[in-house]
């Protein structure tokens, strides 16, 4: 047994090469370090409660976790290469604790098994990570709901099938996304919620021999409940799937706002400009603006469906309780996070910076096609059955600005009119947006 091995004792040879190179996780499993430090403290402080250590023990691994930490953690020093020294970041953190503070170190894992002890540490992160999501999304929601409110008011065409169909107003637009965004933070804080249980004190599978106090270790480590079943515990990787499935949906909901944001920007529409500080040029085109942020998380929407896709199918018929597949969770998991680190902030500030041209927006907002339904809507109120004026005014579409002045059908009548609860009038989108940013604010 190499010395930063957890196991080993019953092996007469040391582990093939080739096996460290495609069993090992340190590689990867390194963004846990924060994590297992923190829960070893719990666990030793455990350890104390159950009266398996004695309060000098506890105080001396304590000591040594946290120099341990502190010696990762930047300013204090750099992290540690991945080099096929250590097997993962369990193995690595007792290897220093033991270089620190000799054999009492290995008092540490007692009652415990890397099962639980990944397992708390990954729902740590994941909680962690969510809470960053949610800090991230309404910043972008915010973003739009300020543009609602200095847009309430700003015509533009809105479509359907990509067609132009009735006016709307910018305001309202943006409105639109901010509440998909809502929902993306409802389902992560309902994930977090579900996931919110502790697993360390299952164990391998069957639970702890000692007699730890599994509730009040969950509450140390910030977590509302104990899980309730070890051999679940061990392996249940649903707050996992959880996070990919509210990251996917949340990129598919950037995804179409990016589609958007594209077509609104593109030359052929010119209703807004990007700004320049989130476009890039063309090393061949001198004209060119490209939306390339926009474009990436269009693409990465489509990355983070197969990253969820494939972690189901990782999760999909392993037998209970813990089996080696579930080390294939983490890395779709930190590329996931740091994906959103990146795209939501950049999203916030596109949406910030963005230029909207008024004039053209207005232009194009009074376009025959676009009032057409205003005119048939008028014709009904003045006593011609809907379905005739529909007829008529779909016979007489390059007539209809003549049939607009003779029905008074005006763009801002159009927009008045929309007054009902959550509809386009400026005034109603005026108070969705104050109510829309108190709501985001007030749950921050």
């Known amino acids: 047994m190499k010395k930063d091995q957890l196991w080993g004792g019953r092996f007469e040879g040391e582990p093939s090469d080739l096996l460290r190179a495609f069993n090992d996780s340190f590689a990867f499993d390194v963004q846990l370090f ?13 350890l104390e409660r159950a009266g398996v250590l004695t309060a000098d023990e506890s105080k001396r691994i304590v000591e040594g976790l946290n120099s341990v930490g502190a010696a990762f953690r930047p300013p204090g020093g750099l992290k540690p290469a991945a080099t096929p020294d250590y097997e993962d970041v369990h193995s690595y953190i007792e290897a220093k604790l033991r270089d620190a503070i000799g054999p009492l170190a290995g008092k540490l894992h007692t009652g415990r098994s890397r099962n639980d002890q990944v397992a708390t540490d990954l729902k740590l992160w994941l909680k962690r990570a969510c809470d960053e999501a949610i800090a991230n999304i309404r910043a972008v ?25 009735e006016p709307i107003t910018f305001g309202h637009w943006c409105l639109a996304y901010c509440e ?15 996931g919110d249980e502790c697993p360390l004190g299952s164990g391998a599978l069957a639970g702890t021999p000692l007699s730890v106090d599994r509730d009040a270790l969950a509450k140390s480590l910030g977590f509302s409940r104990a899980t309730a079943n070890s051999i679940d515990a061990v392996s249940d990787r649903d707050f996992a799937a959880e996070y990919l499935f509210c990251a996917s949906l949340l990129l598919s909901h950037l995804s179409r706002l990016a589609e958007d944001l594209i077509f609104v920007t593109s030359d052929e529409a010119g209703y807004a400009e990007l700004p320049d ?25 489509g990355r983070a469906i197969g990253e969820l896709t494939g972690l189901l199918a990782v999760m999909k018929g392993i037998p209970l309780a813990y089996d080696k597949d ?3 969770d983490k890395e779709p998991l930190f590329r996931m996070r740091a994906t959103l680190a990146v795209a939501l902030p950049a999203i916030a500030a596109l949406i910030a910076g963005l230029k909207v041209n008024h004039d053209r927006m ?39 600005d003549k049939l607009a002045k003779e029905y008074g059908v005006t763009l801002e009548s159009i927009l008045t009119k929309k007054n ?8 109603r989108v005026k108070e969705a947006a104050a109510r829309m940013f108190a709501q985001l604010s007030s749950r921050a």
Not at 283 to 295: A, F, G, H, I, T
Not at 367 to 375: F, K, Y
């Open 34 to 46: 924060a994590e297992d430090v923190e829960e070893s403290v719990a666990w030793t402080r455990a």
């Open 141 to 165: 929601a915010k973003e739009l709901a300020n543009r609602a409110k200095e847009e309430a008011a700003t015509p533009m065409p809105g479509y359907t099938h990509s067609k132009q169909a």
């Open 180 to 194: 998909m965004l809502v929902r993306d933070v409802d389902r992560l804080e309902s994930a977090k919620k579900r």
């Open 277 to 301: 500080a989130m476009a890039t040029g063309s090393s061949r085109m001198p004209q060119k603006k490209n939306p390339d942020v926009l474009e990436l998380v269009r693409g990465h929407a």
């Open 326 to 328: 579930l080390q294939l």
């Open 362 to 400: 207005r232009a194009a907002a009074q376009g025959p096609m676009l009032i057409a339904t205003a005119v048939a809507d008028a014709m009904a109120a003045k006593g011609t059955p809907f379905r005739e004026a529909h007829e008529r005014v779909s016979r007489d579409l390059a007539s209809i």
């Open 420 to 427: 009902c609860f959550g509809g386009t009038a400026p005034e």
